[in-house]
T-cell receptor
Framework: KAGVTQTPRYLIKTRGQQVTLSCSPI?????VSWYQQTPGQGLQFLFE???????NKGNFPGRFSGRQFSNSRSEMNVSTLELGDSALYLC?????????????FGPGTRLTVL | AQSVTQLGSHVSVSEGALVLLRCNYS??????LFWYVQYPNQGLQLLLK??????LVKGINGFEAEFKKSETSFHLTKPSAHMSDAAEYFC?????????????FGTGTRLQVFP
């Protein structure tokens, strides 16, 4: 069974631009969660989508948004990029909603904002 | 709200030595606890999880962790380190308070294994 895939793997943008990251979950998984990983703040939860609905949201500004499609694929969008948005963005999928079960992580998208 | 503290951002051991990575949690409800490992340029992989069944949890790659409620700890151990264990390890607790239901990660411990 194929694992979680994220595209692109690397991305370079400039301040003020917007970016869209994509995540394809493991087949059959309906929950997709997004995390931001930085050296200073560590791993922080962004949001979770389940059956095309945002189920939970972390403490990030409204510039960070996401959506999930009927095939469970998810996209994350960051508008008006800031230097501090440079990070590894990880997506994780799981069979059920919530944080009680095993989440399978993708390799991440490394975003650099110049 | 739940939180996780990992003591020691870096741990170094010799190959064959005991690995001990420390994790303490704070939780107002019975927690789910996890250990994940991250190899360079990769995502996170689940090593093991505690979900209120047995207090000693065995995971992959020879790792295990013991849930100690009295000490609010969930330390990760491996009897004999291997070079391939060098990676970053994250302890996490599921925050189910108030139905927010998300994973809260510790700051990570980088394990170095010397020959």
């Amino acid at each position: 069974k194929a694992g979680v895939t994220q595209t692109p793997r690397y991305l370079i943008k400039t301040r003020g631009q917007q970016v869209t990251l994509s995540c394809s979950p493991i087949s059959g998984h309906r929950s997709v969660s997004w995390y931001q990983q930085t050296p200073g703040q560590g791993l922080q939860f962004l949001f979770e989508y389940f059956s095309e609905t945002q189920r939970n949201k972390g403490n990030f500004p409204g510039r960070f948004s996401g959506r999930q499609f009927s095939n469970s694929r998810s996209e994350m969008n960051v508008s008006t990029l800031e230097l501090g948005d440079s990070a590894l963005y990880l997506c994780a999928s799981s069979l059920a909603a919530g944080a009680g079960g095993e989440q399978f992580f993708g390799p991440g998208t490394r975003l650099t904002v110049l | 709200a739940q939180s996780v503290t990992q003591l020691g951002s870096h741990v170094s051991v010799s190959e064959g030595a005991l690995v001990l990575l420390r994790c303490n949690y704070s939780s107002s409800v019975p927690p789910y606890l996890f250990w994940y490992v991250q190899y360079p340029n990769q995502g996170l992989q689940l090593l093991l999880k505690y979900t209120s069944a047995a207090t000693l949890v065995k995971g992959i790659n020879g790792f295990e962790a013991e849930f100690k409620k009295s000490e609010t700890s969930f330390h990760l151990t491996k009897p004999s380190a291997h070079m391939s264990d060098a990676a970053e390890y994250f302890c996490a607790v599921s925050d189910r308070a108030g139905n927010t239901d998300k994973l809260i990660f510790g700051t990570g411990t980088r394990l170095q294994v010397f020959p």
